[in-house]
């Protein structure tokens, strides 16, 4: 069983800025890429960023420059610091990750979400 929690959402003001922390535990053999998604109300989810085992990082255009995605392999843990937030930002974030099991399969796997809302 694999599981994935998100934490560090919250309520803050435009032009301020949060941390999203997602940290995977259970049978977890290898985590291969890591992501964020964000699903805004009344809008489709939306990839945020994305970054692979070995570092290498994307963007959607709309959080360039403003938002950093990394991650900590020791921890089984993935980062989203964000920046210059503006109510457009406001949605629910949620993890995601492709994980090789201690069973060796492969699986996608999502976490449950935390609120981001931002006032302006």
């Known amino acids: 069983q694999v599981q994935l929690v998100e934490s560090g959402g919250g309520l803050v003001e435009a032009g301020g800025s949060l941390r999203l922390a997602c940290a995977a535990s259970?049978?977890?053999?290898?985590?291969?890429?890591m992501a964020w998604y964000r699903q805004a109300p009344g809008k489709q989810r939306e990839l945020v960023a994305r970054?692979?085992?070995?570092?290498?990082?994307n963007y959607v255009d709309s959080v360039k420059g403003r938002f950093t995605i990394s991650r900590d392999n020791a921890k089984n843990t993935v980062y989203l610091q964000m920046g210059s937030l503006n109510p457009e930002d406001t949605a629910v974030y949620y993890c995601?990750?492709?994980?090789?099991?201690?069973?060796?399969?492969?699986?996608?796997?999502w976490g449950q979400g935390t609120q981001v809302t931002v006032s302006s």
């Open positions: 995601n990750a492709d994980i090789t099991s201690t069973l060796l399969l492969t699986r996608n796997y």
């Open positions: 259970g049978r977890i053999w290898r985590i291969n890429d």
């Open positions: 970054i692979t085992s070995g570092g290498n990082t």
